[in-house]
Nanobody
């Protein structure tokens, strides 16, 4: 059974940092490109970053240079280090395969506000 459990969100001031984690179960982690997605209020869910099995990464223009995606294969855990956060980064963040599968976790709320 596929399970995606995100954590690490919270309230942070502009310019601050957060590290998100996603524990993945259900045998989908090791064989797939994994990605972090986010959905802001009133907007569609968007891909923020992805990492291949080999470790190659790709980022949305809006977060490039500020966010870093990584994966710990032995732990089947996906990470997203977020630095220099901006109010426009406020959203619920989710992890999933890329392209995304049909199962989604509950997400973790990130709020950037002074």
């Amino acid at each position: 059974q596929v399970q995606l459990v995100e954590s690490g969100g919270g309230l942070v001031q502009p310019g601050g940092s957060l590290r998100l984690s996603c524990v993945v179960s259900g045998n989908i982690f090791s064989g797939n490109t994994m990605g972090w997605y986010r959905q802001a209020p009133g907007k569609q869910r968007e891909l923020v970053a992805r990492v291949t099995i080999a470790g190659s990464t790709n980022y949305a223009i809006s977060v490039k240079g500020r966010f870093t995606i990584s994966r710990a294969i032995s732990e089947t855990t996906l990470y997203l280090q977020m630095n220099s956060l901006k109010p426009e980064d406020t959203a619920v963040y989710y992890c999933n395969t890329f392209p995304n599968g049909i199962y989604w976790g509950q997400g973790t709320q990130v709020t950037v506000s002074s």
